[in-house]
């Protein structure tokens, strides 16, 4: 009974010494986690755009505002003569000399009221004439802040195809000449009533805001990455016209915010209206677009995890080793908390705090500044002294490497791809070229980094008509 009261008491011994020698499992306190906002990010963007308009594919549509009764005047003569100008046909548009050129089918129709005294009779008459003609106007146009088009317009003759006479009694007048000789006398009026005609007939307004909702749609522009360009347009100005060779060129400069994500189409929950326009000399063709894209931290933590998971650190001086057996990331405000699980001679998880960047070089994410937590590395001095953090965090700081680059390649050459030929609207075609895609500047948060990207390239637009 003693032998076997002995043999206990070695067993619980030896049992107490194996408990004692084995590494205990502890945890630091958790850094907090916590989002910066991320509108510090967002930078405004300004894309100018080239516009093209041919004076062929204007003709079908300007034809929508030359049309119908131009003019009316019943008051010529003293009531005695009623003249309506009506356009009678398709015009015939050329851009040139920085002015809109239009031969204009024209109509006019006269009506003669007058009486005639034979011998003390008083008769009246009533003759109605119509005159053909082809008008030749010149038209300067210039946008206005409410999206519509001012002109001013100046008479440069007509040609008559037919030149009918009225019969007063024993005198019979050609009609032409007395109404080459009003229309000259008033053309000051004739043309003011003409422009201001075109001015309440066209609306760019319904055009381009047609086109303003269009941009805020989330547009897939790589489907390999599932990458969503979304823009927030704030404010849109046009240059002023060049009119010249049949054609005429100027320029759309769009500011807007602009996001990149990745994967599920976003939603568009604002809608931002249309803003007054405004008119500046632009010349510049190219593109420089601020955007945010997100990387899930996911990600880059099965990329960066690669060549530490199952790394080894001896400590010599006290024989002890240790195993990097996995990590996390989080964000801690501007900083990334990397969260280390440690086994061998400590069995702890550890949680070390950086800042992340951008290798400008290598377009690609590391971090710096990487040190242990204040409550890791005091939980370390109490419970393994002899741990020092030069080996792993120096060893975590040199291997933490996302690359970018091969992302960004594949987002350029996708995006370009997916804008050559792009129908904006059924009027509008974009041709865009992307040449360069960069990142300047990461931000860590809640599941993702959000890297701020910069992509630089060359746009044109081509408007068609209807």
Not at 150 to 171: A, D, E, H, V
Request: hydrophobic share 40%.
């Amino acid at each position: 009974m003693k032998i076997a009261i002995q043999y206990c008491n070695l067993i619980i011994f030896f049992t107490l010494i194996l408990f004692s020698c084995k590494p205990r499992n502890i945890s630091a306190d958790k850094p907090r986690a916590y989002d910066l906002p991320l509108s510090e990010g967002r930078k405004s963007t300004v894309i100018n755009m080239p516009i093209s308009i041919s004076a062929i594919v204007s003709q079908n549509w300007a034809a929508n505002f030359y049309k119908g009764l131009l003019y009316s005047d019943t008051t010529l003569l003293d009531h005695k003569l009623k003249l309506n100008l009506y356009a009678d046909g398709k015009p015939i548009i050329h851009f040139q000399n920085q002015a809109i050129q239009v031969e204009l089918p024209l109509k006019a129709d006269l009506l003669f009221n007058y009486e005639i005294d034979i011998f003390g009779f008083k008769t009246s008459y009533k003759s109605p004439l119509v005159l053909i003609g082809m008008v030749n106007l010149e038209t300067v146009i210039t946008a206005m802040p409410d999206w519509r088009i001012k002109t001013q317009t100046q008479f440069k003759g007509i040609k008559w195809q037919t030149s009918p006479s009225i019969t007063l009694g024993p005198i019979s007048l050609e009609v032409t000449p007395i109404l080459d000789l009003y229309l000259k006398n008033n053309s000051k009026i004739l043309l003011t009533a003409l422009d201001q005609y075109l001015y309440e007939k066209i609306d760019f307004k319904i055009y381009a805001d047609q086109v303003w909702q269009a941009i805020q749609k989330p547009l897939l522009i790589n489907p390999t990455y599932k990458a969503w360009l979304v823009m927030s347009p704030q404010e849109i100005k046009l240059s002023p016209f060049d009119i010249q060779n049949e054609n005429m060129r100027f320029y759309a400069s769009l500011k807007t915010l602009t996001d990149v994500t990745m994967g599920h189409k976003p939603e568009n929950n604002t809608s931002y209206a249309l803003p007054l326009l405004k008119i500046e000399p632009i010349k510049d063709s190219s593109f420089e677009v601020n955007s945010l894209s997100r990387v899930t931290q996911e990600e880059v933590k099965k990329w960066v995890s690669q060549p530490l998971k199952g790394k080894t650190f001896s400590f010599p001086k006290s024989n002890k080793t240790v195993v990097l057996d996995s990590i996390d990331l989080y964000g801690s405000g501007e900083n990334m908390v990397i969260t280390t699980w440690l086994s061998g001679s400590l069995n702890a998880k550890v949680y070390l705090k950086g800042k992340p960047y951008i290798d400008s070089k290598e377009n690609s994410l590391k971090v710096k500044d990487l040190k242990l937590d204040v409550s890791s590395k005091n939980m370390l001095v109490n419970v393994a002294s002899w741990f020092t953090e030069d080996k792993i965090v120096k060893k975590i700081e040199s291997d933490f490497s996302y690359p970018f680059q091969s992302t960004l390649n594949d987002l350029k050459a996708q995006a370009s791809q997916s804008l050559s030929g792009f129908s904006l609207h059924p009027n509008l075609k974009l041709d865009c070229k992307v040449d360069s895609i960069g990142v300047l500047n990461i931000q860590p948060s809640s599941g993702y980094f959000y890297a701020q990207l910069l992509s630089k390239g060359k746009i044109k637009m081509e408007v068609k008509f209807p």
